[in-house]
């Protein structure tokens, strides 16, 4: 994927674990559902414990954003433009 590259910390590698967890979702589950199903679980286990140091921004933000649809039934969620700035 491209996108902008930051550096990942432990402590976001351990914030993406509480969330699938709280989701009850196994890696290769969100694997599947950022499209990643080819490089499934491994992928997505080398990048909470952080051995992906630079990854990038947008598949944490597709991570981020598919689990959180997991979490949030859907009549609650409020979906916003990721180019709006407020």
Do not use: W
Request: charged content about 25%; overall charge positive.
């Amino acid at each position: 994927m491209t996108g902008n590259m930051f550096n990942f910390t432990k402590e976001m590698g351990e914030i993406l674990v509480a969330f699938r967890k709280k989701a009850r979702l196994f890696q290769s589950e969100v694997a599947c559902r950022i499209g990643l199903a080819g490089k499934s679980k491994g992928y997505i286990s080398s990048l909470e414990e952080v051995q992906i140091k630079n990854p990038c921004l947008r598949t944490i933000r597709l991570y981020l954003t598919r689990i959180i649809h997991t979490l949030i039934p859907l009549g609650q969620r409020q979906e916003s433009s990721p180019h709006r700035d407020e």
